[in-house]
Protein backbone atom coordinates (compact mmCIF):
# COMPACT_ATOMS: atom_id res chain seq x y z
CA UNK A 1 0.00 0.00 0.00
CA UNK A 2 2.66 2.62 0.74
CA UNK A 3 4.60 1.35 -2.12
CA UNK A 4 1.50 2.50 -4.17
CA UNK A 5 1.16 5.76 -2.19
CA UNK A 6 4.66 6.63 -2.75
CA UNK A 7 4.61 6.17 -6.66
CA UNK A 8 1.19 7.86 -7.37
CA UNK A 9 1.93 10.72 -5.03
CA UNK A 10 5.64 11.93 -5.91
CA UNK A 11 4.54 15.14 -4.90
CA UNK A 12 3.37 13.86 -1.43
CA UNK A 13 7.44 13.02 -0.37
CA UNK A 14 5.48 12.21 3.69
CA UNK A 15 4.60 8.99 2.18
CA UNK A 16 8.07 8.06 1.56
CA UNK A 17 8.82 8.70 4.94
CA UNK A 18 6.01 6.31 6.45
CA UNK A 19 7.44 3.53 4.18
CA UNK A 20 11.03 4.28 5.80
CA UNK A 21 9.31 3.18 9.00
CA UNK A 22 7.84 0.17 7.22
CA UNK A 23 10.99 -1.09 5.53
CA UNK A 24 12.72 -0.97 9.09
CA UNK A 25 9.75 -3.75 10.10
CA UNK A 26 10.04 -5.53 7.20
CA UNK A 27 13.99 -5.93 7.94
CA UNK A 28 14.63 -3.60 4.98
CA UNK A 29 17.54 -1.09 6.42
CA UNK A 30 19.46 -0.19 3.47
CA UNK A 31 16.29 0.88 1.75
CA UNK A 32 15.23 2.77 5.26
CA UNK A 33 18.64 4.21 5.22
CA UNK A 34 18.32 5.12 1.57
CA UNK A 35 15.52 7.18 2.02
CA UNK A 36 16.96 9.09 5.27
CA UNK A 37 19.78 9.74 3.24
CA UNK A 38 17.43 11.48 0.47
CA UNK A 39 15.53 13.69 2.79
CA UNK A 40 18.66 14.93 4.66
CA UNK A 41 20.56 15.94 1.74
CA UNK A 42 18.97 19.19 2.28
CA UNK A 43 18.42 19.52 5.64
CA UNK A 44 14.56 17.98 5.31
CA UNK A 45 13.70 20.68 3.44
CA UNK A 46 11.78 18.98 1.14
CA UNK A 47 9.14 17.99 3.48
CA UNK A 48 6.55 21.04 3.18
CA UNK A 49 5.39 22.35 5.95
CA UNK A 50 1.63 21.10 5.93
CA UNK A 51 -0.45 18.98 7.62
CA UNK A 52 1.43 15.78 7.04
CA UNK A 53 4.83 17.48 8.01
CA UNK A 54 4.68 16.73 11.90
CA UNK A 55 3.88 13.00 11.75
CA UNK A 56 6.62 12.96 8.61
CA UNK A 57 9.31 13.51 10.68
CA UNK A 58 8.22 11.46 13.35
CA UNK A 59 8.04 8.72 11.40
CA UNK A 60 11.87 9.48 9.99
CA UNK A 61 12.75 9.66 13.56
CA UNK A 62 11.86 6.29 14.65
CA UNK A 63 13.88 5.29 11.47
CA UNK A 64 16.78 6.85 12.37
CA UNK A 65 16.44 6.28 15.71
CA UNK A 66 15.60 2.46 14.96
CA UNK A 67 18.58 2.39 12.85
CA UNK A 68 20.86 3.57 15.58
CA UNK A 69 19.33 0.46 18.04
CA UNK A 70 20.30 -1.96 15.58
CA UNK A 71 23.70 -0.07 15.58
CA UNK A 72 23.47 1.66 11.88
CA UNK A 73 23.35 5.26 12.89
CA UNK A 74 23.13 8.66 11.13
CA UNK A 75 24.21 11.01 13.74
CA UNK A 76 23.69 13.83 10.74
CA UNK A 77 20.62 13.33 10.43
CA UNK A 78 19.85 12.66 13.61
CA UNK A 79 21.27 15.83 14.94
CA UNK A 80 19.10 17.50 12.12
CA UNK A 81 15.58 15.70 13.41
CA UNK A 82 16.15 16.71 16.86
CA UNK A 83 16.44 19.76 16.33
CA UNK A 84 13.15 19.78 14.37
CA UNK A 85 11.23 17.63 16.59
CA UNK A 86 12.46 19.18 19.97
CA UNK A 87 9.88 22.19 19.62
CA UNK A 88 7.04 19.35 19.92
CA UNK A 89 8.36 17.55 22.89
CA UNK A 90 5.17 18.21 25.22
CA UNK A 91 3.15 17.13 22.23
CA UNK A 92 2.09 14.36 20.51
CA UNK A 93 2.13 13.02 17.04
CA UNK A 94 -0.76 12.94 14.96
CA UNK A 95 -0.99 11.87 11.19
CA UNK A 96 -3.74 13.88 9.07
CA UNK A 97 -6.71 14.61 10.71
CA UNK A 98 -6.42 11.21 13.08
CA UNK A 99 -5.90 9.04 11.15
CA UNK A 100 -2.93 7.67 13.29
CA UNK A 101 -1.46 9.15 16.55
CA UNK A 102 2.41 7.72 17.59
CA UNK A 103 2.26 8.93 21.10
CA UNK A 104 4.33 11.32 22.74
CA UNK A 105 7.24 13.19 20.40
CA UNK A 106 9.14 13.06 23.79
CA UNK A 107 9.70 8.58 22.86
CA UNK A 108 11.21 9.91 19.04
CA UNK A 109 13.18 12.20 20.57
CA UNK A 110 14.55 9.77 23.03
CA UNK A 111 15.56 7.40 20.07
CA UNK A 112 17.33 10.33 18.14
CA UNK A 113 18.94 11.72 21.42
CA UNK A 114 20.24 8.13 21.92
CA UNK A 115 21.49 8.19 18.33
CA UNK A 116 23.83 10.88 19.20
CA UNK A 117 25.04 9.02 22.41
CA UNK A 118 23.50 11.56 24.72
CA UNK A 119 22.14 8.86 26.94
CA UNK A 120 20.89 11.20 29.75
CA UNK A 121 19.33 13.18 27.69
CA UNK A 122 17.62 9.90 25.80
CA UNK A 123 16.14 8.77 29.41
CA UNK A 124 15.39 12.06 30.26
CA UNK A 125 12.38 11.99 26.96
CA UNK A 126 11.77 8.19 27.45
CA UNK A 127 10.49 8.91 30.65
CA UNK A 128 8.31 11.65 30.12
CA UNK A 129 7.12 9.52 26.97
CA UNK A 130 5.97 6.25 29.24
CA UNK A 131 3.99 8.82 31.58
CA UNK A 132 2.31 10.54 28.36
CA UNK A 133 1.55 7.47 26.53
CA UNK A 134 0.24 5.62 29.86
CA UNK A 135 -1.66 8.59 30.44
CA UNK A 136 -3.72 7.89 27.17
CA UNK A 137 -3.67 4.60 27.06
CA UNK A 138 -1.52 4.67 24.38
CA UNK A 139 -0.10 1.08 25.09
CA UNK A 140 2.17 0.51 22.13
CA UNK A 141 3.32 3.37 22.39
CA UNK A 142 3.92 2.86 26.65
CA UNK A 143 6.16 -0.10 25.18
CA UNK A 144 7.90 1.51 22.62
CA UNK A 145 9.16 3.98 25.09
CA UNK A 146 10.02 0.97 27.68
CA UNK A 147 12.09 -0.66 25.12
CA UNK A 148 13.86 2.04 24.15
CA UNK A 149 14.84 3.17 27.48
CA UNK A 150 16.06 -0.17 27.83
CA UNK A 151 18.20 0.24 25.42
CA UNK A 152 20.12 3.33 26.60
CA UNK A 153 20.83 1.74 29.88
CA UNK A 154 22.26 -0.91 28.03
CA UNK A 155 24.73 1.61 26.01
CA UNK A 156 25.27 3.75 28.74
CA UNK A 157 25.58 0.97 31.45
CA UNK A 158 26.32 2.65 34.85
CA UNK A 159 25.98 1.17 37.73
CA UNK A 160 22.20 -0.35 38.42
CA UNK A 161 21.42 0.03 34.43
CA UNK A 162 21.37 -3.24 33.48
CA UNK A 163 18.96 -4.73 36.02
CA UNK A 164 16.81 -1.33 35.06
CA UNK A 165 17.08 -2.21 31.71
CA UNK A 166 15.72 -5.86 32.58
CA UNK A 167 13.15 -4.79 34.03
CA UNK A 168 12.20 -2.69 31.63
CA UNK A 169 12.03 -5.15 28.99
CA UNK A 170 10.33 -7.40 31.44
CA UNK A 171 6.97 -4.90 31.81
CA UNK A 172 6.94 -4.65 28.04
CA UNK A 173 7.24 -8.32 27.44
CA UNK A 174 4.52 -8.73 29.77
CA UNK A 175 2.24 -6.06 28.09
CA UNK A 176 3.19 -7.46 24.52
CA UNK A 177 2.33 -11.12 25.50
CA UNK A 178 -1.25 -9.88 26.02
CA UNK A 179 -1.58 -7.20 22.53
CA UNK A 180 0.87 -9.10 20.38
CA UNK A 181 2.29 -7.06 17.46
CA UNK A 182 5.86 -8.73 16.23
CA UNK A 183 7.03 -4.83 15.81
CA UNK A 184 7.42 -4.66 19.49
CA UNK A 185 8.20 -8.61 19.56
CA UNK A 186 11.46 -8.19 17.18
CA UNK A 187 12.64 -5.14 19.59
CA UNK A 188 12.44 -7.02 22.58
CA UNK A 189 14.18 -10.09 21.17
CA UNK A 190 17.11 -8.08 20.07
CA UNK A 191 17.30 -6.06 23.61
CA UNK A 192 17.33 -9.98 25.13
CA UNK A 193 20.33 -10.75 23.10
CA UNK A 194 21.87 -7.83 24.18
CA UNK A 195 21.23 -8.80 27.75
CA UNK A 196 22.77 -12.16 27.95
CA UNK A 197 25.79 -10.60 26.20
CA UNK A 198 26.28 -7.97 29.14
CA UNK A 199 25.45 -10.58 31.30
CA UNK A 200 28.18 -12.95 30.62
Same mark, same amino acid.
Given at each position: ?6 ? +? ?35 F ?23 ? $???R?Q?E ?11 Y?D ?10 C? =? ?5 ? +?G ?10 A??? $? ?8 A ?11 L???? *? ?6 ? @? ?8 R ?9 ? =??? =? ?5 ? *?? @? ?6 ? @?
Amino acid at each position: MLTELVA +GSPDVPAWLAARAVADIDLARQESAESIVDSFAADGFARLTRDWLWLSAIGHLADCCADLA $FLNRPQPEAAAQLYQLLQPYADRCVVLAHGVLCT =GAAARQL +GGLAAALGRYDTAIQH $FEAATASNRAQHAVPWTVRAQLGQAD *VLLRRNEP @GDIEHAAALRREADATIAVI =GAE =GLSWRSR *VL @GQRLAVTR @G
